[in-house]
């Protein structure tokens, strides 16, 4: 049509009157009325106009940032009108990312908009609040001990009955005001008696992801590491922490930022909701779509980034690993059998473990098991074999001589003087052998592992490897096992085969995993060959997004390892475009150095008590009594564990050394320290001797004595009992007291273990006192002793940094805090002041004995050869510190003087610098920098030491003693490491040399990071950062024990649990472990209603940042309004639930009460409770037992997994966040059902 | 001619993420007071589903916007203005508070101020109209992610045509989400609609306001405009609308929405169009059409004789410039892949939308076949979960062929593009295949993905 012809209709009103009567507006308005009459237009005297205009002017605009445990990171506007913070509104400064691409801005969710409303909402903490009755117990106790509060607190606790009386009455009302001072002495006190009488590591603090605001998390962890108090994890506790990083990498976690997404040509979006959960990063992802990036989302459900995919793999919750795993089957087989493509041989060879010789052992049916890595030391005469640390360094066999070669780069050369200038990756004249195929002495079956039954149990599958003979030993390449392990056949090799691709009977074909996942064979076939091919094209750039939905689940490790072997076996890691992008939970401290030395103390003494707090609460809440595991549910039947449970396997790593355990002895730590002076005696030889005469225990191994116990628990960022804690209903019961919902029956004689005291009942109520500083009501506040009122995000200093961009940024106070509120560093310090006042009379100065465990990135690491486990206990070995257990180690705590060391930097910087990842430091100029930036304390313990007295005096101190800050210091840290590497680095950071980023800085705008040792990508050249391109580029090896990317782990416990190599074991069975209704069972056993038992996942919330904004009145209103439940209309119509309905769902370990929000983008089968939705919000009392309804995570349980606790032993070693058992939630059922009888509140 | 101009808007909902954080930033900025409690000056809804005021889309019920009479001229759908004035005291078609929904807040201060009790303490949901404890069911976003989808995604009116289509089951799942605010239209029925003359076209910009000072409260407004872009103040008493952020424009900075929205879908620019043109467009016969009759009144900016008409129209200089780079005008008229919402509403909406693209359903996967490949990829279109049809119904009146025409573009420029981002030599077959040349399809790509701040707005 044209309508430049002439209409054969006039176009118009559709009447004279009508005409007539929009006309007459010209009467009634200045505006003009268009000739055709239908509008009207106004210029000018827009009086009308004012109140918009009003509205939107305001005085100030302020940058800051939200401190919530999220990585967005995102820098914000705050707008302030009339000393009234009015609303907020996403930054758009950050430095532009290149012309080509796209950029940062603007970066922010709907979360963070609508903070604001905290601010002056009716849920803000105004005041001090703390418990009546147990004000008024110490109130009346004070009175009665002379006015000294350290008595006073103490009669209380120590008084069974006055205890009682408070801690049943947690979490039931009753708070009152109470004023700075009198909380401030409570908590104080607390603090004292409790480090004088039961010893420091009864006290415990938990914060959170310190990258989100580094200042608060240091002004608490700070105070209790100069106590002596353990801080406890969060990336292993969230279980977001994946072990198959450190297993695989030697790293806890290291991913590219968004930025990076832009340069991938294949991207998959692996149980990883991005526009969900990397809301402000979303962008790149759909942006690269138009660069012809091809884009796969795999989900069980069709979630909000499906949306954006060219495919949507649809897959069985938790079946990820053996979609990977037929994946894998493809790509070796057509990429590393039928041919061989140089692009991927010539990565494995340097880069990866594939070449590494592993010998092969008899198990004890006779059948040949892979077994340990053949090393220097094992060979007489052999290459490097009498070098030092000759145990250390793996074998391969060289295509040049046909005879055994030792690769520089591994553990052995890391430390020790002969390994200097020799630990990198370069081949030298070496050319490693990845398959004996074809150069074999012989071909013999090996017996690997399959967990693929309904039951979870382990079978066998006998599968040939081409082997070579040195000696009596057998030995094979790790990509022999993998073909094998993976069913690729090879012509010759004895053993059971799959017949092709479409044989479903064994691992791991397609077709066998579209049996487990229900995803079409060809789609996975084509998948496979696509990612492959499109790694060849592009040299390597195919990304992997993984995320809490392939990420929390048991046996999660074993998920990551086999789609990890996807993203390494393509020679994909450690470039721009390519590798694994884990996000979740993950958190980039791009300061690292300066944080750690500050928030742990370490200026002041080493080394400081951090403690996993899986681990921790697994023992703490008395979870490991309800545990049923047996040992052959745990170790593939291999025997590993006989007679063991898992509370058994934790104490024995404990007691090894491997992982960290608080409180750690049946003794207080400073008695300790008396007991071994007393006795005259070193401390580590003292404890050496005493725990092996057994005078002396570990408190692990006697949880319930009553002594054994943490006492303090102080929380500030944090809301543990609306968020994190998996078992919610056993932290009310054992360590509150209070009112709890769980039904499951503790473990019977036979399924208990036997190396720890059983005591007849479970201690109720371990915490004396309950310490939470927050600025809104939580979950966790609401059973608090004693609650704190914070200062908000908008009303303090501090800084925020994140892995998805490379950018410094601030908060900064838009206003001061409101009524008696303060920021934590100023909270902390008043804390510490009266601990150190009240310390005068009751502690004085002591020492400290301290066992830390076998420590990551140190030569501790090397404690275990061939990861063959030796225990002192049994009379294996001699209890040595250091080597068969932990290590022991003194501190002297002068604890009147905790305050001036909490606001000075202490003197052990300059004298033994700075070590972080095993590179050293010497910081005495930058010391002297910081007194001249932040002055000078003068007089006490502190004299002429650089003073962090304030907020921005800390945030300058962490940003100056980083590399990624101060390209002295990162220059610096690569000077140090090419001495070890012997390869060029030290260019990465010196054309920043002369940078040095202060917090003013951060406060004009977003400043770039500096490439630093302290991380494995490069930024030179302001490039986008993609973890491990250092490692690639430069040959800088991984702080794994062969240096390389490891596909294969061979530790005794890995190779016992048949986990050795990748292999797909499937979500937990609960019905087989516990005693849950099959998934799919309808009942009528739960109530009035038909009930269907569904699996249960707990996914990240759309309308929250964990319990943060779930309580927001806009999130409320643009969600449900309350808790809620997703289900399938198909589970939906078997039990009769509509859409909202109330619903009550239960299983062992509680009770929710919730609506159910019905849909068909939900699976059958499943159902998800987006997780951390509060209490607080519209919960009724329970239909089952007429308490209030849980949270998500009274239906779940902590379940440690055994390999998670290994340590000792290269990449398995401990360090804080960096590996241990994760928090696991994923793997849990629950009954569904609707409710019938009246929703009371 | 009369040249006049018109600040526009175009969302790509291929980027968009359903976040919200525009309608958080909107509602925090303009409309979190008293009054307004219920009111979302931008909303975004989950398509298929009911959007908000729930099934707003419903003419035949809520009579929005205009239609052509039987003599070919356009006319108020709620009757006319004589209508309006007879009605004027009393107006049923217009969205009841249970349409947008009942706002509540909660009695958070129970939870620091509960006595010792029994049980943990809780806080209710109260209305904020009646202040009564309230049973929540329903809101702005009820329907959000499918929610609730058997019972209210099922009724969505843009399935008209496709009900056999489409069957609401797990594996055949689609959705995207829209934004919305004003319309800002070249030809608003809401102004139509005014007994009292309080809604007007700015002058300049065109944007759509309500005179605080004049408006009467008749709501007149509400039942005309289509969209239901216009809200009562029950507080005030006075219609309330989204004022395109004229306080920011004003200065040069973008929407409110605009700015803060982390998808970066949405662009901001000036388009010149001939007043004299619209109404004429506006009442062309068949729907189908309306968007061409639309585009066809927008002027090229860089035409002499346009220039020379904004002149003399007193549109100055630095304008004429703005039009020149408007992202909006290169997505409307350059490129073509941007389509207005409605078009048969006859309002000349101004804030457009690219349709989104969508995964490829399961016969693709399943045959083991790569959608992106480039043989395949006009063949992919129509196997995207998203059926053409419900796109039509949003954006074209129901006609099918303007959506594929944008689709295919898209399509093709990924195609194209993943040539030049493998290294391989790229293919002017690709952007000629769906009319383009290689050099547009470049700068397309440019505009939608690079899409810097100075290019968005």
Redesign the interface.
């Known amino acids: 049509m044209s309508i430049s012809e002439p209409a054969a209709r006039r176009s118009g009103f559709d009447g004279p009157l009508a005409d007539a009567l929009v006309g007459t507006r010209r009467f009634f308005t200045r505006g003009d009325v268009s000739d055709d009459k239908r509008t009207l237009s106004l210029e000018g005297g827009r009086g009308g106009d004012s109140f918009y205009r009003d509205r939107w002017s305001h005085d100030k605009v302020v940058r800051s940032t939200h401190g919530v445990n999220c990585t967005g990171s995102c820098s914000w506007k705050v707008y302030v009108k009339d000393g009234i913070i009015t609303w907020e509104a996403q930054q758009t400064d950050y430095p532009s990312a290149g012309a080509d691409r796209p950029d940062y801005e603007p970066r922010g969710c709907p979360r963070g908009a609508a903070f604001s409303w905290y601010t002056y909402s009716p849920t803000r903490i105004r005041y001090p609040y703390v418990r009546a009755v147990l004000v008024e117990l110490f109130r009346e106790a004070k009175k009665a001990h002379g006015g000294d509060p350290v008595l006073a607190w103490g009669s209380i606790v120590e008084d069974p009955v006055k205890a009682d009386r408070y801690k049943k009455a947690r979490g039931k009302g009753g708070l009152v005001r109470s004023t700075w001072d009198e909380v401030v002495e409570i908590v104080a006190a607390a603090h004292v008696w409790t480090t004088k009488v039961h010893g420091p590591d009864r006290i415990a603090g938990f914060s959170p992801i310190p990258a989100m605001s580094p200042v608060s998390y240091a002004s608490g962890a700070r105070f209790l590491e100069l106590v002596g108090a353990p801080m406890l994890s969060f990336y292993d506790w969230y279980a977001d922490l994946p072990n198959a990083s450190p297993q695989m990498f030697g790293d806890q976690t290291d991913v590219p930022e968004s930025g990076d997404w832009w340069d991938a040509a294949y991207l998959i979006m692996w149980g990883s909701n991005v526009p969900l959960t990397r809301t402000p990063d979303a962008h790149w992802m759909t942006e690269a779509r138009y660069r012809g990036q091809k884009v796969i989302a795999v989900a069980p459900d069709y979630a909000e980034n499906v949306k954006f995919a060219d495919e949507w793999v649809t897959l069985g919750p938790g079946t990820d690993g053996a979609l990977a795993m037929a994946m894998g089957h493809v790509i070796l087989k057509e990429f590393f059998v039928d041919q061989q493509v140089p692009f991927f041989t010539d990565y494995n060879k340097q880069y990866t473990d594939l070449s590494n010789l592993v010998v092969l052992v008899p198990g004890p049916d006779g059948v040949l098991r892979p077994g340990k890595y053949l090393v220097a030391g094992d060979v007489e005469g052999g290459p490097k074999s009498d070098s030092e640390n000759a145990m250390w360094k793996p074998a391969v066999f060289d295509a040049r001589t046909g005879e055994l070669a030792v690769l520089g780069g591994s553990i052995g050369d890391r430390f020790g003087d002969e390994g200097l200038g020799k630990w990198n990756l370069e081949l030298g004249d070496v050319d490693p052998v990845l398959t004996l195929f074809g150069t074999h002495d012989d071909a013999v079956e090996v017996s690997l592992p399959r967990f693929d039954a309904a039951d979870g149990k382990v079978a066998h599958e006998p599968r040939g490897v081409p082997v070579r003979r040195l000696g009596d030993r057998l030995v094979t390449t790790v990509l022999d096992l993998l073909l094998a392990q993976y069913g690729v056949a090879r012509d010759g090799l004895p053993g059971a085969w799959p017949t092709g691709y479409d044989d479903p009977s064994v691992p791991a074909t397609p077709a066998w995993q579209e049996e487990l996942t229900g995803v079409p064979a060809a789609q996975v076939e084509r998948l496979a060959r696509e990612w492959a091919q499109n790694a060849i094209d592009t040299d390597g750039r195919g990304m992997i997004l993984l995320g809490a939905g392939t990420n929390h689940w048991f046996h999660s490790d074993q998920i990551y390892r086999a789609i990890l072997l996807l993203t390494t076996i393509t020679g994909c890691q450690g470039r721009n475009g390519g590798g694994w992008a884990h996000y979740v939970g993950q958190e980039k401290i791009r300061p690292i150095m300066g944080f750690q030395h500050m928030a742990f103390a370490l200026d002041w003494q080493r080394p400081p008590r951090h403690m996993n707090q899986t681990a921790y609460w697994y023992v703490h809440t008395s979870q490991y009594r309800y545990d049923t595991f047996s040992a052959d549910d745990l170790d593939a039947g291999t025997g590993i564990f006989a007679g063991k449970s898992v509370m058994d396997l934790l104490s024995q790593s404990v007691r090894l050394g491997w992982t960290p355990s608080y409180p750690t002895f049946d003794r207080s730590s400073l008695d300790l320290a008396d007991d071994a002076a007393a006795a005259g005696m070193e401390a580590p030889a003292y404890v050496a001797q005493e725990l092996k005469e057994g005078r002396l225990r570990f408190a692990v191994e006697d949880p319930e004595s009553g002594t054994n116990h943490p006492r303090i628990l102080s929380l500030w960022r944090s809301n543990l009992l609306g968020s994190s804690a998996k078992g919610n209903e056993y932290f009310l019961r054992h360590l509150l007291g209070t009112d709890s919902a769980a039904t499951a029956v503790e473990a019977g004689p036979e399924q208990r273990p036997t190396s720890v005291e059983w005591a007849d009942k479970a201690l109720d109520g371990k915490l004396d006192l309950l310490l939470t500083i927050d600025f809104r009501m939580t979950s966790s506040t609401i059973f608090s002793d004693v609650v704190l009122p914070a200062a908000t995000w908008y009303e303090k200093h501090d800084l925020s940094t994140t892995d998805m961009h490379p950018f410094i940024h601030s908060f900064n106070p838009a206003i001061n805090p409101p009524w008696q509120t303060k920021s934590d560093w100023e909270t902390w310090k008043a804390i510490a002041k009266k601990f150190s006042e009240l310390a005068v009379d009751h502690l004085g100065t002591r020492k400290d004995v301290i066992a830390k465990p076998l420590w990551h990135d140190t030569p501790e690491a090397m404690a275990t050869v061939h990861g063959e486990v030796k225990d002192w206990r049994a009379g294996e070995c001699e209890p040595v510190p250091g080597k068969t257990m932990p290590v022991i180690a003194v501190a002297e705590r002068d604890y009147t003087q905790i305050y001036d060391k909490m606001t000075t930097i202490g003197p052990l910087l300059e004298k033994v610098g700075m070590l972080t990842k095993g590179v050293a430091y010497d910081v005495k100029r930058e010391v002297e920098i910081l007194r001249g930036r932040n002055g000078v304390r003068r007089g006490g313990v502190g004299d002429g030491q650089p003073k962090v007295e304030t907020d921005i005096q800390m945030a300058d101190a962490m940003l100056h003693l980083a590399g990624v800050s101060n390209g002295h210091l990162a220059t610096q840290g690569f000077e140090f490491l090419e001495k070890r590497t012997g390869t060029r680095l030290a260019d990465l950071a010196s054309e920043h040399e002369g940078k040095q980023i202060t917090f003013a800085d951060t406060q004009v705008a977003p400043v770039p990071v500096i490439t630093s040792p302290e991380w494995s990508g490069s930024e030179s050249g302001g490039r986008r950062y993609a973890p491990f391109t250092i490692n690639i580029e430069r040959h800088k090896p991984f702080h794994t024990l062969t240096g390389r990317q490891q596909f294969y782990v061979d530790h005794d416990w890995f190779l016992g649990m048949g986990e050795a190599l990748p292999v797909y074991r499937p979500p937990l069975n609960m019905t087989h472990l516990f005693g849950e209704a099959p998934v799919g069972e309808l009942s009528d056993k739960h109530g009035q209603s038909l009930s269907v038992s569904v699996r249960y996942l707990t996914p990240h919330n759309k309308w929250s940042i964990h319990s943060e904004y779930q309580d927001n009145l806009f999130m409320l209103s643009l969600s449900r309004g309350g808790q809620s439940v997703w289900m399938s209309n198909v589970d939906a119509d078997k039990v009769g639930i509509k859409d909202n309905d109330w619903i009550e769902m239960v299983n062992r370990n509680g009770v929710v009460a919730a609506r159910a929000i019905v849909s068909h983008r939900m699976p059958e089968g499943t159902v998800y409770m987006h997780h951390a939705q509060d209490r607080l919000i519209d919960v009724p009392l329970t239909e089952r037992d007429g308490k209030r309804g849980g949270i998500h995570n009274s239906l779940t349980r902590i379940l440690l997994k055994p390999n998670h606790i290994v340590g000792g032993y290269a990449q398995l070693s401990y360090f804080f966040n960096y590996i241990g058992p994760i928090g696991n939630n994923r793997d849990e059922v629950t009954t569904i059902r609707k409710r019938t009888a009246k929703v009371e509140y | 001619m009369k040249v ?1 101009a018109q600040m526009a808007m175009v969302m790509n909902l ?2 968009c ?5 525009c ?3 909107c ?4 409309t ?1 007071r008293s009054g307004m409690e219920y009111v979302w000056f931008n909303n975004v809804e989950t398509r298929p589903g009911l959007g908000y005021p729930r099934g707003y889309q419903d003419q035949e019920k809520w009579k929005g916007g205009w239609a052509l ?1 039987g ?5 108020l759908r709620a009757g ?3 209508n309006k ?1 007879l009605n004027i005291f009393s107006n049923p078609k217009m969205p009841a508070l249970s349409d947008y929904y009942e ?7 129970t ?2 101020s ?12 109260h209305s904020l109209i009646s202040g009564k404890p309230i049973n ?2 329903w ?4 329907d ?9 995604a099922t009724k969505d009116l843009m399935l008209k045509g496709i009900e056999d289509k489409v069957k ?4 055949q ?4 989400y829209l934004p919305r605010i004003c319309e800002h239209c ?3 029925s809401c ?2 609609s005014c007994p ?9 910009d065109g944007i759509v ?7 009467r409260g008749w709501r007149m407004c509400v039942t005309g405009c289509p969209y239901k872009k216009i809200y009562f103040n029950h507080k005030t008493g006075k219609a309330e609308k989204c ?1 395109f ?4 424009i004003e200065v040069g900075i973008p929407t ?1 929405c605009a ?7 949405r662009y901001i620019g000036l388009m010149l169009y001939d ?12 729907d189908h ?1 309306l968007y ?2 639309q585009r ?1 009144v927008f002027l090229d900016p860089f035409d002499p004789a346009v220039m020379r008409e904004a002149e003399r129209a007193g549109i100055p200089g630095d304008w004429v410039d703005a039009a020149q780079r408007s992202p909006v005008y290169a997505l409307i008229n350059t490129y073509k892949v941007a389509l207005p919402l409605h078009p048969e509403y006859r309002t000349m909406p101004m804030v457009w939308y690219i349709p ?1 693209l ?3 359903v ?1 016969v ?9 490949d480039q043989d395949n990829l006009f063949a992919a279109i129509d196997t995207l979960r998203i059926p053409i049809e419900y796109l039509a119904n949003l954006f074209t009146a129901g006609d099918p062929a303007p959506v594929d025409a944008v689709l295919r573009r ?1 399509a093709a ?11 391989r030599d790229p293919q002017e077959r690709i952007p000629a295949a769906v009319g383009m040349t290689e050099e547009e399809m470049y700068d397309m ?1 440019r505009l ?6 100075e290019d968005r707005y």
Not at chain 2, 27 to 30: E, L, N, T, V
């Open positions: 006049m291929d980027k993420i359903g976040c919200h954080t309608s958080v930033t509602k925090q900025a303009w979190n009479n003599r070919g001229r356009l006319t006319g203005r004589l004035l706002p509540w807040t909660y009695d958070y201060e939870l620091l509960a006595p010792a009790q029994k049980n943990f303490p809780v806080a209710r949901p929540i069911e809101s702005a976003n009820w959000d992610d499918l929610g609730g989808s058997m019972e209210h609401f089951e797990f594996d799942t689609f959705m995207f070249l030809n608003p102004a139509a009292s003359g309080a809604i007007y076209k700015r002058e300049e306001l309500v005179d605080q000072d004049k408006c004022t952020c004229y306080p920011r409110v700015e803060t929205c982390v998808g970066r879908l007043a004299d043109a619209v109404l004429e467009a506006a009442s062309v016969e068949d059409d061409e009759a066809s989104p969508s995964p490829v399961d693709i996967k399943d045959t083991g076949h790569d959608a992106e898209l420029m990924r195609s194209y593009m993943r040539d030049i981002n493998l290294g790509f939608l993905a690079i899409a810097k701040y």
